[in-house]
């Protein structure tokens, strides 16, 4: 296949100071999980973006010094020499397949709680650390900034004995001492970098200034720099300040990499965004440089980065999560094959992993951080080991995935679901509010599959025990994987409730399930959420949306709790309130009775009561397993059939997120001719020996 000509320019190449960039797809820094403590995981994941044909790979932010140490969060270090060889790895990696290597430099200032290094904490002010330690930040003296510049400089020296082709100048994300330095609200100096905006960029025009004479002609210079805070007068805006700080700065670094702050707007999950949501806020910034300019907006489409070049708005297309959900995105459009792309669904479960501290994970490429612990691969899988035929009953997340990459190593894959379309629960949530992009899942495994010669999907055609034992026989069946999913409980078991909630029958109990089957309800809903990602929040929305009265009680602390991780949070909280939805957390319910909800305070211990006819218990899930347990009940029967093996993938055996999903289903395919071991240490470890 040929690449269609309407996406030449995107190939063209980009002149970044005195470094060439081969396209204009770049990957900007992003959080891994992996940092300084995987190296060897981290360059294996950048070697494939590489290959994928990303003209530039950059790293996570990299601490300079000890005096920025963001333990237990595992970014990358460049603290010393001895960090530089496990820098190398990475550049080398990248190097291999032609693209260039960025390094983002980062001093945090008062975002570093020094809990490794237990040194001091230095801000720009005298003020409080930015996480819930009980300590301060002392006010730098003007021997500290020049020592902060030394570490940059030392840094950017080491970088570039590392191999680097371009040296960062870090100011955005309200995480770094030179956006703290530009910021009225962390300013609140009297001397030269305080007061007046040319005072408050002083730092900044001097990090540039000592970056380009320590690296001189061997590295480009990039400054990236949030131009709107989303905070009106209280921050910088694209209006005002930020406009203003790229005009003082216009031609002085070799790039500009433009976004949003903080990290909860730059990375926007689809729930609360579109593709191109930064665009209105960056678009000033090519008309007063004449240097590259690279931005992101979760950019998955093709014809979207050809009309941003176009229109003068990005000399280069930025990503970070779209490049963790397709690393080949590039080489598809170059190769004419655009429809190929894994596209990126916003879901920020990426985001989650530096905020859990683990390494990296996607909900749509299953592969991502398993390059080299597992030698897994986005695009190349091994052959099969011998000709036999999968049974897959389920055609949810991890039903496909396993199809599509069995399929893939070349085995012959027959899929049964009762439904009458494929994609389970990714079909039934995506028709929630905010959760279309989601659907991607099943669309991507849904395409692929259909040029695979070997793999059947037979929709509507539940099985029974005696169906799989025929369909064995027939088709030849060595394994059947059972990917049936799982059910939302309705008597509030979960985390806070290791029994059923008492109920006298006078309020009606309604699960997930029923609301995306379509009975909705009517009058006063309590929502019971004791899940607290994303589902408790999304159905609140639907409910209102139907005309529903809207109560949403959580034993957490704040409602969808854990998209904290995901950088969700304050946008569900303040989408709620808009709506009218009462929330109520740090309550647990202790009955229902007499149509309405008698609420414990987890605090007080207060007891209240809510008047509601229908509550929604958001608690827990049962695996759907009756099927597996029915064939592993009948062993004789398995092997006169000619099955040896029966396996449960995905939320049949341990519901959790759809990436989890996704992953089992592929860790099974990859591992297919594995027996189930758990004494084997499955995976390569990493350890780092002195």
């Not at 494939?48 to 969060?73: L, M, N, R």
């Not at 530089?84 to 945090?108: M, P, Q, T, W, Y």
């Not at 002083?202 to 002609?217: H, K, M, N, Q, S």
């Not at 069946?477 to 078991?493: E, K, Q």
Request: aromatic share 6%; net charge negative; proline share 5%.
């Amino acid at each position: 296949m040929t690449r269609d000509p309407r996406y030449d320019i995107l190939f063209e190449p980009v002149q970044i100071g005195p470094v060439t960039a081969r396209n204009r797809f770049y990957q900007v820094p992003h959080c891994n999980g992996m940092g300084h403590r995987y190296p060897r995981a981290i360059a294996e994941s950048r070697r494939v973006k590489a290959e994928g044909g990303w003209g530039v790979i950059s790293t996570e932010e990299c601490e300079i010094h000890p005096t920025s140490d963001v333990s237990p969060y595992v970014e990358a270090r460049i603290w010393d020499d001895s960090d530089v060889r496990a820098l190398a790895l990475s550049v080398d990696a990248i190097h291999a397949h032609g693209s260039l290597a960025a390094i983002e430099l980062v001093h945090n200032a008062h975002h570093s709680g020094n809990r490794y290094s237990r040194l001091p904490v230095m801000g720009v002010s005298d003020m409080v650390v930015g996480s819930y330690d009980p300590n301060q930040a002392y006010a730098m003296s003007r021997r500290d900034i020049a020592a902060v510049r030394r570490m940059h400089v030392d840094a950017a020296r080491r970088a570039m004995d590392a191999g680097f082709d371009i040296i960062y100048c870090y100011a955005g994300h309200d995480l770094t001492v030179a956006q703290h330095f530009i910021s009225r609200r962390h300013n609140q100096r009297t001397d030269e970098y305080g007061g007046s905006l040319e005072n408050r960029v002083r730092f900044l025009r001097e990090l540039i200034e000592d970056t380009r004479e320590a690296v001189g002609d061997r590295c480009a210079v990039a400054v990236r720099f949030a131009v709107d805070e989303l905070m009106g007068e209280a921050g910088i805006t694209a209006e005002a300040e930020g406009r203003e700080v790229v005009e003082m700065l216009a031609d002085l670094p070799d790039l500009w990499d433009v976004n949003v702050s903080d990290w909860s707007h730059d990375s926007l999950t689809a729930r609360f965004g579109d593709e191109g949501s930064q665009v209105p806020y960056i678009e000033f910034v090519k008309q007063i440089t004449g240097k590259p300019v690279v931005g992101v907006g979760r950019f998955t489409s093709p014809d979207t980065m050809v009309s941003l070049v176009k229109r003068g708005v990005l000399d280069m297309i930025g990503a970070a999560r779209p490049s963790i959900a397709d690393p080949w995105l590039p080489r598809k459009i170059e190769e004419g094959r655009p429809e190929e792309i894994r596209e990126c669904i916003g879901c920020n479960i990426c985001v989650s992993s530096d905020m859990v501290i683990h390494p990296l994970r996607c909900t749509q490429n299953p592969t991502t951080a398993e390059e080299y612990r597992r030698g897994w691969h986005p695009e190349r899988i091994r052959a099969r080991h011998a000709e036999e035929n999968v049974l897959i009953v389920g055609a949810g997340p991890s039903g496909l995935e396993a199809a599509l990459s069995l399929g893939r190593r070349g085995y012959g894959v027959t899929v049964a679901d009762a439904a009458s379309e494929a994609g389970g629960r990714v079909r039934r949530e995506s028709r929630l509010p905010g959760l279309a992009t989601w659907q991607r899942v099943a669309d991507y495994r849904m395409g692929r599959i259909e040029a695979l010669d070997n793999v059947d999907i037979y929709l509507e055609s539940p099985l029974d025990a005696g169906q799989v034992l025929e369909y064995a026989r027939e088709l030849d069946v060595s394994v059947v994987a059972i990917a049936t999913g799982a059910r939302w409980r309705n008597d509030g078991i979960g985390r806070q409730h290791w029994a059923p909630i008492p109920s006298d029958g006078s309020v009606s109990v309604l699960t997930p399930d029923d609301l995306m089957d379509g009975k909705l309800p009517e009058g006063n809903v309590l929502i019971y959420d004791d899940d607290h990602y994303y589902l408790g929040g999304v159905l609140a929305e639907r409910l209102c949306m139907a005309g529903c009265n809207v109560t949403l009680v959580t034993p957490a602390a704040d409602v969808s709790h854990w998209t904290h991780n995901t950088l969700e949070q304050d946008h569900i909280e303040r989408r709620l309130y808009g709506l009218g939805v009462r929330m109520l957390p740090k309550h647990e319910i202790q009955s229902l009775d007499g149509g309405a909800a008698a609420l414990r305070h987890l605090g007080s211990d207060a007891i209240t009561r809510a008047d509601c006819d229908h509550c929604v218990m958001v608690t827990s899930r049962t695996p759907v397993n009756e099927l597996y347990h029915a064939l592993d009940a009948i062993p004789g029967e398995l092997a006169a059939a000619g099955i040896r093996r029966v396996v449960r993938v995905g939320d049949c055996l341990a519901p959790s997120t759809i990436a989890a999903a996704v992953y089992e289903g592929h860790r099974f395919a990859e591992e297919y001719e594995l027996e189930e071991d758990i004494h084997r240490i499955p995976f390569t470890r990493e350890n780092i020996l002195i």
